[in-house]
């Protein structure tokens, strides 16, 4: 059983576009998060959610967006895409808010921006 | 700004050998150490973890060394395996907010058979 889960793998798309990464946790958690790697492999913390609460790394351009429909998914919306944000964009899952933990990484979504 | 330094970017060892990764960190709020390992085209899982009150952590052939007064700790992998060839992230986190993890820049294992 996959435990985080990510849809698309890949993501090819143009310039201006809008477009969605879906991100699905069965393994009972509270807290999601959002990561983006780029060509350097750097992975960067985007946001932290739970049900009541939302950190946004400050230097995320508000183009970006997390959705969460509901505790076990919590979808990245991208607005206007720009060349800068190809990468691979990682979802994980954690147990509780705030306490520290095994953080459980989804496969991820490589997203080419042309 | 680079919460947490890592070093080598690269590390070439041979089987059987012993690897070596190193991480600094800054910020003093900082109390839980984790390694992740990640695969080719797969997301990070964590590998070992250490929180401050300790020096030295072991798992099978990993090892983290910590070193609270010069804030700095350390990877060790005895005995390095070709399936041990991937990239090991350091990362820290720190007991406000959410668990928040910052991680170090990356070093790519290769071990050669």
């Known amino acids: 059983d996959t435990a985080v889960s990510q849809t698309p793998k890949y993501l090819v798309t143009q310039m201006g576009n809008d477009k969605s990464i879906k991100c699905e946790q069965n393994?009972?958690?509270?807290?999601m998060y959002w990561y983006k790697q780029d060509s350097k492999k750097f992975l960067k913390i985007m946001f932290s959610?739970?049900?009541?609460?939302?950190?946004i790394n400050e230097t995320v351009p508000n183009r970006f967006s997390p959705k969460s429909p509901d505790k076990a998914h919590l979808n990245l919306h991208i607005n206007s895409l720009e060349l800068g944000d190809s990468a691979v964009y990682f979802c994980?899952?954690?147990?509780?808010?705030?306490?520290?933990?095994?953080?459980?990484f989804g496969p991820g979504t490589r997203l080419l921006v042309l | 700004q680079q919460q947490v330094k890592q070093s080598p970017q690269s590390l070439i060892v041979q089987k059987g050998g012993i690897s070596i990764i190193n991480c600094a960190y800054e910020?003093?709020?900082?109390?839980?150490f984790p390694w992740y390992q990640q695969f080719p085209g797969k997301g990070p899982a964590l590998l070992i973890a250490?929180?401050?009150?300790?020096s030295e952590k072991k798992e099978g052939r990993f090892t983290i060394s910590f070193n609270k007064s010069a804030k700095q700790f350390s990877l060790h992998i005895m005995d390095s395996q070709p399936g041990d060839s991937a990239t090991y992230f350091c990362?820290?986190?720190?007991?406000?907010?959410?668990?928040?993890?910052?991680f170090g820049t990356g070093t790519r294992l290769t071990v050669i058979p």
């Open positions: 994980a899952s954690s147990q509780d808010w705030g306490q520290q933990g095994t953080q459980y």
């Open positions: 393994l009972g958690h509270d807290t």
């Open positions: 959610y739970n049900n009541k609460e939302l950190i």
């Open positions: 910020n003093t709020a900082f109390d839980y």
């Open positions: 250490i929180r401050p009150d300790v």
């Open positions: 990362a820290a986190s720190g007991r406000t907010g959410a668990n928040n993890l910052f």
